[in-house]
């Protein structure tokens, strides 16, 4: 059965702190995606990546960073948390150039920043 | 640009009662389309999805037809139960198949 698995189902962090969220898939996939998730908002893009090293703002990046040291693990940094970062974030992966392909979705993460 | 609307909600129903859920894209190319449910405090997963004009996806009895001409993709099922509480999600792929973008979810609650 094909995975997404984040590391953590909830966190508390304090405000100020660096918050490290850890995606790991096990599909040999090329992309991956990190989304929050807000109540009226949807899912909403924070960076994605195609390739190993290789990153690309999406849609809300500011305060988050990203690394991509392996083909299967794909992390999200808040570089100083804050209470507007309190979210769900979810994590996905699809098949480079795949068009008829789905993403794959982990569990998700729910954030509190207090 | 690439986007999806789908019907507000909340949504709450009667056990047996028949569902709707609207969805309409813009897009350019030729996308291929999904429905997601999210069940309480868990992740997304991928109900059905249609990758051509005229195709329709099916699970669990949910039901999808992929509407070139109206640019819809309207989630439907007979006879909703209990289980079926939960967020349903529409989405598209980009014509690369790199991207997707996601309606803003509609929350069904089905009653006993």
């Known amino acids: 059965d094909v995975k997404v698995t984040q590391s953590s189902r909830y966190l508390v962090k304090r405000t100020g702190e660096k918050v490290f969220l850890e995606c790991v898939q096990d599909?040999?996939?090329?992309?991956m995606f990190w989304y929050r998730q807000d109540p009226g908002l949807g899912l909403r893009l924070i960076y994605f990546?195609?390739?190993?090293?290789?990153?690309e703002k999406g849609d809300i990046p500011e305060g988050y960073s990203v690394s991509r040291e392996k083909k299967e693990r794909f992390s999200l940094i808040l570089e100083s948390a804050s209470t507007n970062q309190t979210s769900m974030y979810l994590c996905?992966?699809?098949?480079?150039?795949?068009?008829?392909?789905?993403?794959?979705f982990g569990q998700g993460t729910r954030l509190t920043v207090v | 640009g690439n986007s999806v609307t789908q019907m507000e909600g909340p949504v709450t129903l009667s056990e047996e009662a028949f569902l709707t859920i609207n969805c309409t894209y813009t897009?350019?190319?030729?996308?291929?389309l999904f429905w997601y449910v999210q069940y309480p405090g868990e992740g997304l997963q991928l109900l059905l999805k249609?990758?051509?004009?005229?195709d329709k996806g099916s699970n669990k009895g949910f039901e999808a037809t992929y509407r070139k001409e109206t640019t819809s993709f309207h989630l439907e099922k007979g006879s909703v139960q209990v289980s079926d509480s939960a967020v349903y999600f529409c989405?598209?792929?980009?014509?690369?198949?790199?991207?997707?973008?996601f309606g803003t979810g509609t929350s069904l609650t089905v009653i006993p």
């Open positions: 897009a350019t190319g030729y996308p291929s």
């Open positions: 599909m040999d996939h090329e992309n």
């Open positions: 996905a992966s699809s098949l480079w150039g795949g068009m008829n392909t789905e993403a794959f």
């Open positions: 990546s195609y390739d190993v090293k290789m990153k």
């Open positions: 249609a990758t051509k004009a005229d």
């Open positions: 989405a598209l792929s980009d014509n690369t198949g790199n991207q997707f973008y």
